[in-house]
């Protein structure tokens, strides 16, 4: 059989797509095993500079100094990955090094219950030595999840590069604001602007027809057209518009 033929192989890094409440579809590339581990080794050679400084200290001060160099092992041992995770956007520094985040199945951020259960679940990943049955979970589904991502519910995903927004039609009409919004329905709005022209007409007033009182009583067509020209004023696309149409 030539190669041509032959079929491709498949990747270890799979792509899971999510479908938010607010119609969006989410992309999220899995982790695998390796790249994980890599991030695993960054951070525990971080922890151990850590502690390895920290004991330098803690043992020249008899007694005392034995209790905080095992509170210190502690707070290395099970606390450092929490903290990390959920203060630092779901990465520690060997996941972040690596480009990798830990999110919820459904792609939100991560929480402290949900960092904890899959942190203070590693005792049991670990077994019966190096991490054993964590790898051999992982193996077993196809999100690459250890059992404490299983009993978590979360994800290690590559993190998502932050493009620019960046409107793809010619759509330039603005609107007024009707009343003052709060600075999350500026953001849903200048989201849907955004989004709009990748939805079906009939998707997208759908989801227009949500936005109430903005859109109240129009058929899905118009409040389709209303939300983007709304987030067209937001955007400031009409000025834009028009300052490339005197330079012309």
Same mark, same amino acid.
């Given at each position: 059989?030539?190669?041509?033929?032959?079929?491709?192989?498949?990747?270890?890094?799979?792509?899971?797509?999510? =479908?938010?409440? #607010?119609?969006?579809? !989410?992309?999220?590339? &899995? $982790? /695998?095993?390796? +790249?994980?581990? %890599?991030?695993?080794?960054?951070?525990?050679?971080?922890?151990?500079?850590?502690?390895?400084?920290?004991?330098?200290?803690?043992?020249?001060?008899?007694?005392?100094?034995?209790?905080?160099?095992?509170?210190?092992?502690?707070?290395?041992?099970?606390?450092?990955?929490?903290?990390?995770?959920?203060?630092?956007?779901?990465?520690?520094?060997?996941?972040?090094?690596?480009?990798?985040?830990?999110?919820?199945?459904?792609?939100?951020?991560?929480?402290?219950?949900?960092?904890?259960?899959?942190?203070?679940?590693?005792?049991?990943?670990?077994?019966?030595?190096?991490?054993?049955?964590?790898?051999?979970?992982?193996? =077993?589904?196809? #999100?690459?999840?250890? !059992?404490?991502?299983? &009993? $978590? /519910?979360?994800? +290690?995903?590559? %993190?998502?590069?932050?493009?620019?927004?960046?409107?793809?039609?010619?759509?330039?009409?603005?609107?007024?604001?009707?009343?003052?919004?709060?600075?999350?329905?500026?953001?849903?709005?200048?989201?849907?602007?955004?989004?709009?022209?990748?939805?079906?007409?009939?998707?997208?007033?759908?989801?227009?027809?949500?936005?109430?009182?903005?859109?109240?009583?129009?058929?899905?067509?118009?409040?389709?057209?209303?939300?983007?020209?709304?987030?067209?004023?937001?955007?400031?696309?009409?000025?834009?518009?028009?300052?490339?149409?005197?330079?012309?």
């Amino acid at each position: 059989m030539s190669s041509a033929n032959a079929a491709p192989v498949p990747r270890l890094d799979t792509v899971r797509r999510v =479908l938010t409440p #607010e119609g969006c579809e !989410l992309e999220l590339r &899995l $982790a /695998g095993g390796i +790249v994980r581990a %890599r991030a695993w080794c960054i951070d525990f050679l971080f922890r151990l500079l850590i502690f390895w400084g920290g004991s330098l200290v803690l043992t020249r001060i008899g007694s005392l100094g034995m209790a905080f160099f095992l509170l210190l092992y502690f707070l290395l041992e099970w606390i450092y990955p929490v903290v990390f995770e959920v203060l630092w956007q779901g990465a520690t520094p060997g996941k972040r090094l690596s480009g990798l985040v830990v999110v919820r199945d459904d792609g939100t951020p991560l929480d402290w219950s949900a960092s904890v259960a899959r942190n203070f679940l590693r005792f049991v990943d670990f077994l019966p030595f190096f991490y054993a049955f964590g790898v051999l979970t992982m193996g =077993l589904n196809r #999100e690459n999840k250890r !059992l404490g991502d299983l &009993l $978590a /519910g979360t994800l +290690v995903v590559y %993190r998502q590069p932050v493009a620019a927004p960046r409107v793809t039609d010619d759509d330039a009409t603005e609107e007024i604001l009707p009343f003052a919004l709060s600075e999350t329905e500026q953001r849903a709005l200048i989201e849907y602007r955004l989004r709009a022209p990748g939805f079906s007409y009939a998707r997208a007033g759908e989801l227009a027809q949500l936005a109430t009182p903005l859109t109240a009583g129009l058929p899905p067509d118009d409040a389709r057209d209303r939300l983007v020209h709304l987030g067209n004023r937001l955007l400031g696309r009409g000025a834009l518009a028009a300052r490339t149409e005197g330079g012309e």
